[in-house]
């Protein structure tokens, strides 16, 4: 699976084989807190500037089952009608001199939070 969704990434890259993206994609250790301040030196260098602003959005990513995290039935504009969905939250940051996303975050429900044994 992991071959064929590199297979238009690599050849857009220039690159012979998807080795490369692959191991990226599937077989790197990633530290979180690492890649958050490669974001931040990355928007603060060469987007960043004072007229700059952060948006934030909500997205509804659509699930099957209510046994992901923060799953329940709500209304979904990408559905346009209540589906089983989680809520995702997406800062960005734009300036004249670009864009970047700068994060992402679950917005978990009322309903998960207080229910212990979930």
Known sequence: MVRENTRQPTEQAGHPTPDGLQHLLAGSRWKLD???????????DKVGEAG???ITDDTRFIENGITSAGVQR???????????CRIGVLPAYASARGRALAGRGLCLPKSRTEDRER
């Open 34 to 44: 690492d890649i958050r301040g490669n974001v931040r030196e990355y928007v603060t």
């Open 52 to 54: 700059g602003v952060l």
């Open 74 to 84: 709500q209304y979904s504009g990408t559905a346009d009608r209540a589906e089983t």
